[in-house]
């Protein structure tokens, strides 16, 4: 007797397959594992690198709310043939480096930038969009473009993943990284008007978490028994301590005076929550 059930079955398990691996990627929690070969510097070398186009962009595209967050002009960059070509011509010149032979310092600030400048890139290249989620070139749907590649770097394909996952957050190990790569979604930590340079690079870490903390895009105080704090708390916990008390801890860290002093003591429950709408005006 035929089988007739085998094609139900079959794709019954690939929609399975794929459903599992839609929710994987969309967790946005990749693990944080060394990529081999970029953890060698060169500290005795005391040239900078020059971000000086990326901050003339920053400077006529980031927009500053009166809520303290910055929002970026897609539509104003999509519509500058000009400066969607000096934004190109910026990553062209950051791939055209060798960051090992730079200073560590250097070479986090290039990351970031690096980071940072491709994301808009990758946006402006399937505008107008939602959310950044829906630009992916891999068969599942809404599973953003992080870990296609992207750029190439002393020969070797780089996704977004990649920088951030593999390079930045093993090798400097450095939560306030979180704090500083921006995702281009409104959840998520504001794009900073500031470029980064090895000059400036603590001074803005420390300001990227203090900006988030006080922001309810970081943290929402309820009441007595219940907080809403940013998704990136969990799918990151292990960059946080792993336990709802190292969390809470680092929050009160950055959070202004009247909110620590709500969120010291505090019991209750941590809720989660992210808004991955596009981060535009």
Same mark, same amino acid.
């Given at each position: 007797?035929?089988?007739?059930?085998?094609?139900?079955?079959?794709?019954?398990?690939?929609?399975?397959?794929?459903?599992?691996?839609? $929710?994987?990627?969309?967790?946005?929690?990749?693990?944080?594992?060394?990529?081999?070969?970029?953890?060698?510097?060169?500290?005795?070398?005391?040239?900078?690198?020059?971000?000086?186009?990326?901050?003339?962009?920053?400077?006529?595209?980031?927009?500053?709310?009166?809520? $303290?967050?910055?929002? !970026?002009?897609?539509?104003?960059? /999509?519509?500058?043939?000009?400066?969607?070509?000096?934004? /190109?011509?910026?990553?062209?010149?950051?791939?055209?480096?060798?960051?090992?032979?730079?200073?560590? /310092?250097?070479?986090?600030?290039?990351?970031?930038?690096?980071?940072?400048?491709?994301?808009?890139?990758?946006?402006?290249? &399937?505008?107008?969009?939602?959310?950044?989620?829906?630009?992916?070139?891999? !068969?599942?749907?809404?599973?953003?473009?992080?870990?296609?590649?992207?750029?190439?770097?002393?020969?070797?394909?780089?996704?977004?993943?990649?920088?951030?996952?593999?390079?930045?957050?093993?090798?400097?190990?450095?939560?306030?990284?979180?704090?500083?790569?921006?995702?281009?979604?409104?959840?998520?930590?504001?794009?900073?008007?500031?470029?980064?340079?090895?000059?400036?690079?603590?001074?803005?870490?420390?300001?990227?978490?203090?900006?988030?903390?006080?922001?309810?895009?970081?943290?929402?105080?309820?009441?007595?028994?219940?907080?809403?704090?940013?998704?990136?708390?969990?799918?990151?916990? &292990?960059?946080? $301590?792993?336990?709802?008390?190292?969390?809470?801890?680092?929050?009160?860290?950055?959070?202004?005076?009247?909110?620590?002093?709500?969120l010291r003591g505090f019991e209750g429950s941590l809720d989660y929550e992210?808004?991955?709408?596009?981060? &535009?005006?």
């Amino acid at each position: 007797m035929t089988n007739t059930r085998q094609p139900n079955l079959r794709w019954a398990l690939l929609v399975a397959v794929l459903s599992g691996a839609a $929710g994987l990627l969309a967790c946005g929690a990749p693990e944080s594992v060394a990529l081999s070969g970029w953890d060698e510097s060169d500290e005795e070398n005391t040239e900078r690198i020059d971000h000086g186009p990326w901050q003339e962009l920053l400077d006529r595209y980031v927009v500053a709310r009166e809520t $303290g967050v910055n929002l !970026v002009d897609y539509a104003g960059l /999509a519509r500058n043939d000009a400066a969607a070509a000096e934004l /190109a011509a910026y990553l062209d010149y950051l791939q055209g480096l060798d960051p090992l032979a730079y200073s560590r /310092a250097e070479q986090m600030a290039y990351w970031i930038n690096l980071y940072n400048a491709l994301t808009v890139q990758v946006v402006l290249s &399937e505008y107008p969009v939602d959310s950044i989620k829906e630009i992916h070139e891999g !068969v599942i749907p809404n599973t953003g473009p992080w870990r296609d590649p992207r750029a190439q770097v002393n020969g070797r394909d780089l996704s977004l993943d990649d920088i951030e996952h593999g390079i930045l957050r093993p090798l400097w190990r450095d939560r306030r990284i979180h704090y500083a790569v921006n995702c281009a979604a409104y959840g998520c930590p504001h794009l900073l008007a500031t470029a980064f340079t090895a000059a400036n690079t603590e001074a803005l870490l420390e300001q990227g978490a203090r900006d988030y903390v006080n922001s309810p895009r970081g943290v929402v105080y309820v009441d007595n028994d219940s907080i809403v704090i940013s998704s990136i708390y969990d799918w990151y916990a &292990e960059d946080f $301590g792993n336990t709802d008390e190292s969390v809470l801890a680092h929050l009160i860290d950055y959070a202004d005076e009247d909110l620590a002093a709500r969120l010291r003591g505090f019991e209750g429950s941590l809720d989660y929550e992210y808004d991955w709408s596009l981060n &535009e005006p």
